[in-house]
C-alpha cells in the first residue's frame, strides 16, 4: 500500500510549463530584406509576455522559445512545437502566443462548411519569400498540432493577436462566417486575387489553396481542458497601439496585461476574458471584438489552465545596474512591464523612487535624500502607477454665478430665445446650414451684441456652466491623465458649454446638454452652421445635490472619454493622476 501511495502522488506532483512565443514585427521579401508591410508592436508583445508568463506563473526561462522576427519561421515554430511535445506529459500547461499579421485565403474545397464557408484563415510568418507560401500557417496546420496536445492531455492555452484569428482552430459558432473584406489599418493585409498559390508568397495577392482537409477542432475532443483566446473576430482587424509610455503594442495585448497589472490575485479564465471584453470595448472603446474558445471545465482554472492560486505572483525585484548623482539605473525595462511612474522601494534602506524613463530594457528613476544606492542592490516594485501625458487640452467656462441664482436669469434670458422657429439646438442644429452660435456670458452689454445678429438666420445659443457645478467638474477631470485642464480658452482644443434643447421629432423632452465645442472668439461662436461634437451628456434639470453633482461628473467624465478616444487610438491612461 506504501508503493501504490507513493506510485500514484510522485510522478504527477510537479505540472511543468511551456510557452512558444512568436512575435513579427519585420517581413522579409528576400532574406535579410524588409518589404513594406512591418509592425511595430509585435517583438514588444512577444517579449512582454515572455516576463509576463515567467514572473505571473513561474514559468521557467528554459521552458520558454521566443521566437522574433527572421527567426519566426514555420520551420523553427516546427521544431519548437516538437520540443515541447517530446518533453511535456499530461498535465502540463503549455501557451501558444502568436503576435503579427493574420490573414484569410480563398478555398474553394470548404465551401461546404458551414463556418468556413469558402475562407481559411493562416497566420503570417516573417519568411514571405518561402516557396509554396510556406510562410503561412494555416488553420488546418494549426490544428494537427494543437490535437497533438490535446491528445497527450496536456493543458493547452493558445493566444492571437493578429487579424482574422477569431476561429482559427476553434468549435463552431453561432454565427456563420460572413466575409466582407475590411480596409487596410496597421495589423492587416488585404489582398487581391491571384491565379496561383505555387510561387513564392506576395503581400499584394489573396492566395487561393485546394484544401480538402477536414480536421477536427481541438475543442471538439470532449475534456480537451482546450482554450483558444483571439484578439478579434474572424473578418475583423487587429489593432496596433501605443501605451501610456508611448510604447507600440497590439490593443489585445495591452489589455491582457493592463488586467493582470491591476490585479494582484490570481483569476479564473472566466473572470480573465470578461475583464478583456469589458477593457477592450467599452474602457478603451476599440472596436474589435475578441473571441473566446474553451473547454467548459477551464472557466475556474486560471489562465494557464492550472488550478486557480498556482499562479500567484511573487514581489517583482529588479536590481540596481548603475549609480550616479542620485540617479539609479535599473535592469529592466517596458519589455518586463515597467512604465514610467512606477515606484520601487529598498526597504533594507528605507528609501523609494518613481520611475521618470523606461526603456527596453532598462529604467532610471532619481532618489531623494542622501542614502547612497550600490551597484547590485535590489529594489521590490511596490507600486504600479503609470504616469502619461495628455491628448486633450480642455477649457471648463465658468458663470460668475450657482446654479440656484443661475436658473431665474435662465428663466428669464434664455427660454424666451428658444421660443422663437429660428432657435435650434445640439438636436437640430444638425439641419441648419445657414445659422450662428451665441455664448449667454450674462455680460451687461450682452444685449447690444446679440442685437448685432441677422434676424433672418437660425441661432443657436450656449452658455458657460453655473460656478458650483463647473468646480465639481473640475474637480473630476483632475484626475484624468489624458486630458489637461487649461485656464483660458484659447488655450483648450475644446470648451465644455451647456446647451438647451427644446422638445422636438429629434428629442422628445426638454433638456439641458453638456456638449464640447472649438475655442471660439467673443459671443459669436461662427457662421454656417453650429459644431457641436457627438459626444454629448443630457439631464432633465440642473441639481447641485451631491448625488446629481456625483451622476453629473461621471457622465461628463465618460463623453470626454469618448471625446478623447475620437482623438487618439492609443491607450487611455485608466490611474487617477497623482
Known amino acids: ?130 516557396p509554396n507560401l510556406d510562410c503561412l500557417v494555416k488553420d488546418n496546420t494549426l490544428k494537427k498540432w494543437f490535437n497533438q496536445f490535446v491528445g497527450k492531455k496536456m493543458i493547452l492555452t493558445a493566444l492571437f493577436d493578429c487579424c482574422f484569428s477569431g476561429q482559427l482552430a476553434m468549435s463552431p459558432s453561432q454565427e456563420y462566417l460572413t466575409f466582407t ?14 491565379d496561383s498559390a505555387s510561387r513564392s508568397f506576395n503581400m499584394s495577392e489573396t492566395p487561393i489553396i485546394a484544401d480538402y482537409s477536414r480536421i477536427p477542432r481541438p475543442s471538439e475532443t470532449p475534456n480537451s481542458k482546450f482554450a483558444s483566446i483571439s484578439a478579434c473576430t474572424d473578418n475583423e482587424i487587429a489593432l496596433e497601439i501605443y501605451d501610456e509610455s508611448g510604447v507600440p503594442h497590439g490593443a489585445f495585448t495591452k489589455t491582457l496585461l493592463n488586467i493582470y497589472e491591476k490585479n494582484k490575485s490570481d483569476l479564473p479564465l472566466a473572470q480573465v476574458l470578461q475583464e478583456i471584453t469589458l477593457q477592450m470595448n467599452y474602457v478603451q472603446q476599440y472596436v474589435q471584438k475578441p473571441t473566446y474558445y474553451y473547454d467548459t471545465q477551464r472557466t475556474q482554472m486560471n489562465l494557464i489552465g492550472l ?51 523606461v526603456y527596453a530594457d532598462s529604467a532610471i528613476g532619481v532618489i531623494k535624500g542622501n542614502t547612497v544606492v550600490g551597484k547590485g542592490d535590489r529594489f521590490e516594485l511596490i507600486d504600479r502607477y503609470r504616469s502619461s501625458d495628455p491628448f486633450v487640452k480642455i477649457y471648463v467656462p465658468e458663470l460668475n454665478m450657482s446654479t440656484e441664482a443661475f436658473l431665474p436669469v435662465f428663466n428669464k434670458q434664455i427660454l424666451p430665445l428658444t421660443k422663437s422657429t429660428k432657435y435650434i439646438d445640439y438636436y437640430t442644429s444638425a439641419s441648419k446650414s445657414e445659422s450662428f452660435n451665441y455664448v449667454f456670458t450674462n455680460e451687461p452689454d450682452e444685449a447690444k451684441a446679440f442685437s448685432t445678429i441677422p434676424k433672418d438666420l437660425h441661432y443657436s445659443i450656449v452658455f458657460p456652466l453655473p460656478s458650483d457645478i463647473a468646480v465639481a467638474i473640475r474637480k473630476k477631470l483632475a484626475k484624468d491623465q489624458n486630458v489637461k485642464l487649461v485656464n483660458a480658452p484659447e488655450a483648450a482644443d475644446v470648451l465644455l458649454y451647456l446647451n438647451y434643447a427644446v422638445a422636438s421629432p429629434f428629442h422628445e423632452q426638454p433638456s439641458f446638454v453638456f456638449t464640447y465645442r472649438p ?15 457627438i459626444p454629448n451628456l443630457s439631464v432633465d434639470k440642473l441639481e447641485i445635490s451631491q448625488k446629481a453633482l456625483n451622476t453629473l461628473t461621471a457622465g461628463i467624465q465618460a463623453i470626454t472619454r469618448e471625446l478623447t478616444r475620437g482623438k487618439t487610438t492609443w491607450w487611455l491612461n485608466g490611474y487617477a493622476r497623482k
Open 307 to 357: 488550478p486557480v492560486g498556482t499562479g500567484a505572483a511573487k514581489p517583482y525585484v529588479a536590481t540596481c545596474i548603475r549609480y550616479a548623482n542620485k540617479t539609479v539605473t535599473l535592469n529592466a525595462g517596458w519589455n518586463d512591464g515597467l512604465a514610467r511612474g512606477n515606484t520601487f522601494s529598498n526597504k533594507a534602506k528605507k528609501l523609494s523612487f518613481r520611475l521618470t524613463r
Open 519 to 533: 475655442p471660439s472668439n467673443g459671443p459669436v461662436i461662427a457662421i454656417g452652421g453650429p459644431t457641436f461634437f
Open 181 to 194: 473584406p475590411p480596409a487596410t489599418t496597421d495589423k492587416s493585409i488585404v489582398f487581391e486575387a491571384v
Open 1 to 130: 500500500m506504501s508503493f501504490i501511495f507513493y506510485f500514484q502522488i510522485i510522478p504527477g506532483k510537479a505540472q511543468s510549463k511551456y510557452a512558444l512565443l512568436i512575435g513579427v514585427n519585420e517581413y522579409y521579401e528576400k532574406p535579410g530584406v524588409t518589404g513594406g508591410h512591418s509592425l511595430k508592436g509585435c517583438v514588444n508583445d512577444a517579449l512582454s509576455m515572455q516576463s509576463f508568463l515567467m514572473n505571473r506563473f513561474g514559468f521557467t526561462p528554459t521552458n520558454i522559445t521566443t521566437l522574433l522576427n527572421a527567426r519566426a519561421t514555420q520551420a523553427n515554430m516546427t521544431v519548437a512545437l516538437q520540443n515541447i511535445l517530446q518533453k511535456g506529459k499530461a498535465g502540463d500547461a503549455v501557451v501558444f502566443y502568436f503576435c503579427g499579421h493574420g490573414i484569410y485565403m480563398k478555398n474553394a474545397a470548404n465551401l461546404s462548411d458551414t463556418l468556413k464557408k469558402g475562407y481559411n484563415q493562416a497566420l503570417c510568418m516573417s519568411n514571405l519569400y518561402a
